[in-house]
């Protein structure tokens, strides 16, 4: 009697474990959990039970300690490492570091591989970048605000594909690339803002040992070696060096993606003659006296082939198949969780939209960055690229669906909260805290009308679109 619940435990276990693998498959799956932690982080940080719970973990500090017994040796590290740093600091680096890995192999192989094909998608992004901070900065020029410029510059490729998805073929595929290719070229192009805008005061002599570190690892690469390890090893050095240079620690995540060996340790003709030796082995083992399948030292092929078969496939693809999905269903969700959770009633004095001309307004220039600024500045810069002949419009592409697919570019939210983070610290602490809480409300907002405005005018445009066939 007893093994009939258990056995429906298990099966329930194993229907959810298929559910789960389907639900992580889906292109929109990130963008639903990451909303979902946006709203729980919210509740969190504004539920009276919750609140000061949420912000004491948060700032609960992290320490490795090692000392002598005397006590005339006392190392810390890191210093000054939070919960939430460590989220932004160290979980963050992994995240980029996929980014980097992405941004790579469309260089090498995607839609960034050839001039003609990066051109248009590049000089897209950069005007997705420029015309937002153009606005912020005329809102807020010459006001405490005005180093936020950067927050409204980056496009949140999870959130964009998951509507891109819910829209299905109401928008032309070779949108869907285009916005893509775009969001990887505005990743890279935030990537550099952050490196040479948001970091702190930078110890150069800390700086030129990381430096001596890269060098190394580039060595590494170039003498052939291509074992993980050694390079793990390294990114951990460096991401220690930059982490006390004054460059923010994420970019040693970037620099390292660009590191890795992208050539495998099997070419073409290794492989199968590797493949074809143990395959051999494998047949000639069948003859072995065993009760099992497979017998010993057939196992002992099946593992070869295996090893093999990683062996073939260069270490670029292996860290990001084996990364990304920690990434997309942990570190992010882990990093919405933290940095979503604003107070509203303690940044309510600011009102949301009310510009002060000492303050400026945080909200008024994210808001209107990413609802007008990105839309504006894809389409234009398009527009100009396609009439000077440097760039081709995306094949079957209207510009009424181009530009309801730019205003997807307005979804902000990861990029535009990290630089969020780092951004107004030249401020007193109540007032940087009160601008950060009302940057993250106002990317939060623009995120949404961004996408709720692209979606309603890609069926806008489609109906119109049909009407004229």
Request: charged share 15%.
């Amino acid at each position: 009697m007893r093994l009939i619940p258990i056995y429906t435990w298990n099966k329930g276990i194993r229907n959810f474990d298929i559910r789960s693998k389907r639900f992580s498959k889906q292109p929109w799956a990130q963008g639903v959990i990451l909303l979902c932690c946006v709203l729980v982080a919210m509740l969190l940080a504004n539920l009276p039970f919750t609140s000061h719970l949420y912000h004491s973990f948060l700032e609960t500090t992290l320490t490795i300690h090692a000392g002598s017994p005397d006590g005339s040796i006392n190392i810390f590290f890191p210093r000054d490492m939070t919960v939430e740093k460590f989220i932004n600091d160290i979980l963050m680096v992994v995240f980029f570091f996929t980014v980097g890995l992405e941004i790579r192999r469309e260089i090498a192989y995607g839609e960034l591989s050839s001039p003609r094909k990066a051109l248009m998608p590049v000089i897209a992004a950069f005007g997705g970048v420029i015309a937002p901070a153009l606005i912020y900065t005329l809102i807020n020029h010459g006001t405490a605000a005005s180093s936020g410029w950067g927050i409204p510059t980056a496009t949140d490729i999870a959130f964009a594909v998951c509507i891109l998805s819910v829209l299905g073929d109401r928008v032309p595929v070779s949108l869907k690339v285009f916005l893509t290719a775009l969001a990887i070229a505005d990743d890279l192009i935030a990537i550099l803002v952050v490196a040479l805008f948001y970091g702190g005061t930078i110890k150069l002599g800390i700086l030129a040992i990381a430096f001596a570190v890269i060098v190394l690892t580039f060595l590494l690469r170039k003498l052939g070696e291509k074992n993980m390890f050694p390079y793990i090893l390294l990114a951990l050095v460096v991401w220690a060096l930059f982490y006390y240079s004054g460059i923010h620690a994420t970019m040693s995540g970037v620099v390292m993606a660009f590191l890795i060996p992208s050539s495998p340790r099997y070419n073409k003709s290794q492989f199968q003659h590797k493949w074809k030796k143990y395959s051999a082995r494998f047949e000639e083992f069948a003859d072995v006296p065993s009760n099992a399948f497979p017998n010993g030292p057939q196992r002992h092929c099946l593992k070869k082939l295996s090893a093999i078969g990683n062996g073939s496939m260069d270490m670029t693809y292996r860290l990001e198949t084996a990364l990304s999905p920690w990434v997309n269903f942990l570190i992010m969700p882990v990093f919405a969780l933290a940095n979503a959770g604003v107070e509203i009633a303690d940044v309510s004095y600011f009102n949301v939209f009310r510009y002060d001309p000492m303050l400026g307004s945080v909200s008024m220039g994210i808001f209107l960055g990413l609802l007008l600024g990105k839309p504006i500045g894809i389409t234009l810069f398009s527009w100009i690229a396609v009439k000077c002949k440097a760039g081709e419009m995306p094949s079957g592409a209207s510009w009424p669906m181009f530009f309801a697919v730019a205003c997807l570019g307005g979804i902000g939210f990861t990029m535009s909260i990290f630089v969020d983070t780092l951004s107004f610290g030249g401020q007193a602490p109540e007032v940087m805290n009160a601008m950060r809480d009302m940057g993250k409300i106002a990317v939060l907002l623009g995120s949404v009308s961004a996408g709720i405005l692209g979606s309603a005018l890609v069926n806008v445009a489609g109906k119109f679109e049909n009407r004229k066939k």
